[in-house]
T-cell receptor
Framework: EPEVTQTPSHQVTQMGQEVILRCVPISNHLYFYWYRQILGQKVEFLVSFYNNEISEKSEIFDDQFSVERPDGSNFTLKIRSTKLEDSAMYFC????????????FGPGTRLLVL | GEDVEQSLFLSVREGDSSVINCTYTDSSSTYLYWYKQEPGAGLQLLTYIFSNMDMKQDQRLTVLLNKKDKHLSLRIADTQTGDSAIYFCAESISPGGGADGLTFGKGTHLIIQP
């Protein structure tokens, strides 16, 4: 069964460093998403991406964040200068089309900023 | 704004039914979802219900939606040890599609007693 994959599974970084989180969505999916979950808190929507541009973004997704689809398979989330409060689990998701019930999630990347 | 609330823990005996409850605030929600997260894994879509439905059944899972009270529940019949996980309620207000993110609750930890 096709699935969303994410790398790395864990990342530790120093405050102020840049990190890139990688995702490979399901191959025939057209919509891509990033969510984050700070420990003990809710899963929060960050951004959605369609047709090589951002479709929607939340107020969390400020100028420190960017997304890119550098090739036909990868979807990345870059955090330019990490802060302590960026420590969280980051989930990538993808969906085939415009119907919401088909969002499939990856296993997540746990980011720890020291 | 949208908000989704769930109780944090539910403990049931193996073989009993589990009922996980969720309340939401946005009356314009179009789709409501239940996701399951096992330790170390991503979010797995269990089931969803469209806002014009009251009930949906899928094998051991029954979803009930009370739009008047903005209350959603997930019933798991004959709960097994493999059902032990965190269950997230989520809503989408996207009217029939689009790339809007989902709004999640904090998740309910389902604990199975032997």
């Amino acid at each position: 069964e096709p699935e969303v994959t994410q790398t790395p599974s864990h990342q530790v970084t120093q405050m102020g460093q840049e990190v890139i989180l990688r995702c490979v969505p399901i191959s025939n999916h057209l919509y891509f998403y990033w969510y984050r979950q700070i420990l003990g808190q809710k899963v929060e929507f960050l951004v959605s991406f369609y047709n090589n541009e951002i479709s929607e973004k939340s107020e969390i997704f400020d100028d420190q964040f960017s997304v890119e689809r550098p090739d036909g398979s990868n979807f990345t989330l870059k955090i330019r200068s990490t802060k302590l409060e960026d420590s969280a689990m980051y989930f990538c998701a993808s969906s085939e089309g415009r119907v919401q019930e088909t969002q499939y999630f990856g296993p997540g990347t746990r980011l720890l900023v020291l | 704004g949208e908000d989704v609330e769930q109780s944090l823990f539910l403990s049931v005996r193996e073989g009993d039914s589990s009922v996980i409850n969720c309340t939401y605030t946005d009356s314009s929600s179009t789709y409501l979802y239940w996701y399951k997260q096992e330790p170390g894994a991503g979010l797995q879509l269990l089931t969803y219900i469209f806002s014009n439905m009251d009930m949906k059944q899928d094998q051991r899972l029954t979803v009930l939606l009370n739009k008047k009270d903005k209350h959603l529940s997930l019933r798991i019949a004959d709960t097994q040890t493999g059902d032990s996980a965190i269950y997230f309620c989520a809503e989408s207000i996207s009217p029939g599609g689009g790339a809007d993110g989902l709004t999640f609750g904090k998740g309910t930890h389902l604990i199975i007693q032997p």
